[in-house]
Each structure stands twice: as structure tokens, then as C-alpha cells.
């Protein structure tokens, strides 16, 4: 089974600054997507970015950008010119592309979450 | 619907009492799942369902959790006979198929009493 971790329950940055958030994984997969989500306290779950494993770049969506290191099992996201909209709870999610018809096709694991706060 | 729907949004019960919490999954979305949120916490997978293969329920946490999905449309999450420790935010998401994201409710916050 694949397991998500984020290794830091808890980040702050300054508005303007960059943030980098941490997430790594395990899997014996070679091929599957990434995702970061963000939670704001309204509690709606907004998809940030996503990155396919077999692509080399890594993905980039405005101010986030992520580091994905596929031999490392790291993925972590970068935020560039924090704004104070970003304060949230911010997620990292691994899915399974598996085998066809099996039970975790497409299954989409999260990390524990990390709670970042927007200084002024 | 434009979004994925979950009714109610907050639902408060007696202990002992069973509920119902239904999700609304964007039209057309073969995969659907249910996830639990504790305050401040992560969240925990309950149940995966996608098109008519059998559903993924390694996450429910007892015989008291079931879930159905009619239709390859709505879904139904049902709690019998509550406990205290199954208060929570219960989040419902969809997605169009395998590889795509998903795409999440606001959530029904239950709470025990």
C-alpha cells in the first residue's frame, strides 16, 4: 500500500516570501500522479497542482511550482511571493494508477497535512 | 450540478442514533470517495468507489460504517448506532475517471452528543 508523508505539521512565511512545503512517499509503483491540495477554514478542498510521475519537468501553476525527485520519492511544493490568501492547510496526495479492475485503481492517498500560516 | 454536493452540512445526533450522509457527485464522475477529517487533522479514507468495480472499503473503521452508490451516481454514507469518537467532518470527491484529480464537497460536519 502507498503511504504519504509530510514531515511538517506546521510552516509560516512572511507575505512576499517563499515557502517550501515537504511531502514524501512510498510506492512500488512506477507510474502515478501527485497532487497538492490546499484547505482553506471554509474547509473546501482546492486542487493546487498535479504532476505525472513519468514526466521529467516539474509542474508549475503561477506562483507553486513543485520538486519532484522520482528516485527520492519526494515532491514537494513551492510557494513564491506568499500572499496571506494562501494561509490554509495544504495537502499532498498520491493515486495509484494500479491494475486495471483491481480495488486501488486510481486510489487517491493524503499525507497528514501542513498548516501554513501568512505573516503581514 | 457545477460542483460536487453533500447535504447535510452540519448534522448534530444523539449517541446511539443512525445517520445518513449523502453526496451529490459532479454528473458524469465514475469515481467517487468518501474520506473522514478529525479537527485539525488529516484525512482518513473510508471507501472508494469507480465505475462498476467493487468498491475499496479498507478505510471504514467498523461493520457500524457501510456506503452505497446508486446508479454510478449518488452516494450514501451511513453510521449505525454513533459514538462520540465518529464526530467529524465527512468529505465526499469525485473524478471524471482513473487519472484525473478529484474534486471535493464541503463536507458534512457530524457531531455526536
Known amino acids: 500500500a502507498q503511504t504519504v508523508t509530510q514531515s511538517q505539521p506546521e510552516m509560516s512565511v512572511q507575505e512576499a516570501e517563499t515557502v517550501t512545503l515537504s511531502c514524501t512517499y512510498d510506492t512500488s509503483e512506477s507510474d502515478y500522479y501527485l497532487f497538492w491540495y490546499k484547505q482553506p477554514p471554509s474547509r473546501q478542498m482546492i486542487l493546487v497542482i498535479r504532476q505525472e510521475a513519468y514526466k521529467q519537468q516539474n509542474a508549475t501553476e503561477n506562483r507553486f511550482s513543485v520538486n519532484f525527485q522520482k528516485a527520492a520519492k519526494s515532491f514537494s511544493l513551492k510557494i513564491s511571493d506568499s500572499q496571506l490568501g494562501d494561509a490554509a492547510m495544504y495537502f499532498c496526495a498520491y493515486r495509484s494508477k494500479g491494475n486495471a479492475g483491481g480495488t486501488s485503481y486510481g486510489k487517491l492517498t493524503f499525507g497528514q497535512g501542513t498548516i501554513l500560516t501568512v505573516h503581514p | 450540478g457545477a460542483g460536487v454536493s453533500q447535504s447535510p452540512s452540519n448534522k448534530v445526533t444523539e449517541k446511539g442514533k443512525d445517520v445518513e450522509l449523502r453526496c451529490d457527485p459532479i454528473s458524469g464522475h465514475t469515481a467517487l470517495y468518501w474520506y473522514r477529517q478529525s479537527l485539525g487533522q488529516g484525512l482518513e479514507f473510508l471507501i472508494y468507489f469507480q465505475g462498476n468495480s467493487a468498491p475499496d472499503k479498507s478505510g471504514l473503521p467498523s461493520d457500524r460504517f457501510s456506503a452505497e452508490r446508486t446508479g454510478g451516481s449518488v452516494s450514501t454514507l451511513t453510521i449505525q448506532r454513533t459514538q462520540q469518537e465518529d464526530s467529524a467532518v465527512y468529505l465526499c470527491?469525485?473524478?471524471?475517471?482513473?487519472?484525473?484529480?478529484?474534486?471535493f464537497g464541503q463536507g458534512t460536519r457530524l457531531t455526536v452528543v
Open positions: 470527491a469525485s473524478s471524471l475517471g482513473r487519472y484525473t484529480e478529484a474534486f
